[in-house]
């Protein structure tokens, strides 16, 4: 555009001597080209300082979301622990009720007898052909076994009483757990929507090239492993084959998800050892970024379901699989401590399985223990 009216520039005088009328149109000519190209800048810096603008915004959404993550958390821990405790005191309710019955069957088998020695001992005396002494003998330990049959059965019901009351405690705590995090679920989904705004309007060039990766990566059928597509991604990224200069990332002491660890890192499994870490997720539990960086693929793959793999720089790949829905998308830009999914929601009727999350860290493309400092 500058070239274009630096051009006019030097026609206008040329012009103005040639013809009154033709200097006259180049000069209105020059004015337009003026006028388009200070258009141009304004458009240019109002749409720079729109980006900027969406951007902090983003920004602030995100940091907003990821303290509302961290109140979320509390009482997530609170609804994972109460969640265990309810399915504990259901094995124990089911322990005891066995045994119950178990001991009403064995008393029920002795009782004709106890009751025809109560009611009739004499004859009873009479009838059996064993000696005085040994039928005596024989009274007094069917007796005893009974008293004790008794005192066992007395027992049972008792603890089933108290595993009863104490579940009727917890169906009432887990109704006030569960409506606390319904609260605080719709005040993150509102900040969801928001942050998912910011993004569209941002639209960076990198969170595009993103996208495109994970497309390619899901339209390619020899991708059939999660290794493939941990090298599909660092083949499409060269930033990430460089060797790692920065600290590698950890969730030791910030871990992905309110829960406890079941399986660590280098532990022996089937497949042999585990090359990442399992957690036991509280129901409905929100995952959060361990790191900072671009969403490199979000989608369901192969037996990991919703898997997220995140760029964390230098070389560093953050997996997390086993979610029951993602936040994010591929391309998106997230920040550490930002809700990225969703854990399988609390099944009263199966308290017992808990849904479990997969964390593993790739540094240059191989599996590294994430709970390293």
Request: aromatic fraction near 4%; glycine fraction near 6%; hydrophobic fraction near 45%.
């Amino acid at each position: 555009m500058r070239k274009a009216v630096f051009f006019l520039l030097l026609l206008a005088p040329a012009a103005a001597m040639a013809d009154p009328t033709s200097a006259t149109k180049a000069q209105a000519a020059l004015q337009a080209a003026q006028q388009a190209e200070a258009a141009h800048e304004a458009a240019a810096a109002a749409a720079h300082t729109k980006q900027a603008a969406d951007t902090a915004k983003a920004a602030q959404l995100a940091e907003a979301q990821i303290q509302t993550a961290i109140q979320l958390r509390r009482l997530e821990e609170q609804t994972g622990g109460a969640a265990e405790t309810y399915a504990d005191l259901q094995t124990r309710q089911q322990q005891a009720t066995g045994a119950l019955k178990q001991n009403e069957t064995a008393l029920a088998a002795l009782l004709p007898v106890m009751q025809r020695i109560s009611a009739q001992p004499a004859a009873t005396l009479l009838a059996n052909p064993a000696s005085p002494e040994d039928s005596v003998r024989g009274i007094i330990m069917v007796q005893g076994i009974a008293a004790d049959i008794q005192r066992r059965a007395a027992a049972v019901q008792a603890e089933t009483q108290t595993v009863t009351h104490l579940m009727d405690m917890m169906s009432d705590q887990q109704k006030l757990l569960f409506a606390a995090v319904a609260s605080q679920q719709q005040a993150e989904d509102a900040l969801t929507a928001q942050i998912a705004a910011a993004k569209t309007a941002e639209t960076e060039d990198a969170d595009t090239e993103a996208a495109e990766n994970a497309a390619a990566i899901a339209a390619d059928t020899n991708v059939r492993n999660l290794t493939a597509v941990v090298a599909k991604i660092t083949t499409a990224t060269p930033d990430n084959s460089q060797a790692a200069t920065g600290a590698t990332p950890s969730i030791a002491g910030n871990a992905p998800v309110a829960g406890r660890i079941i399986q660590t890192f280098g532990a022996e499994s089937i497949a042999g050892p585990a090359t990442g870490v399992t957690y036991s997720a509280a129901p409905g539990a929100r995952v959060v970024a361990p790191c900072t960086g671009p969403v490199q693929f979000a989608d369901a793959f192969q037996s990991y379901g919703e898997l997220i793999i995140l760029d964390c720089g230098q070389s560093n790949l953050f997996v997390l699989s086993g979610m029951a829905k993602l936040d994010v998308s591929a391309g998106q830009h997230v920040a550490r401590g930002q809700p990225v999914g969703e854990m399988a929601a609390f099944d009263p009727k199966n308290p017992a399985k808990q849904p479990q999350l997969y964390v593993e860290l790739r540094q240059n493309g191989a599996p590294v223990n994430p709970n390293s400092r």
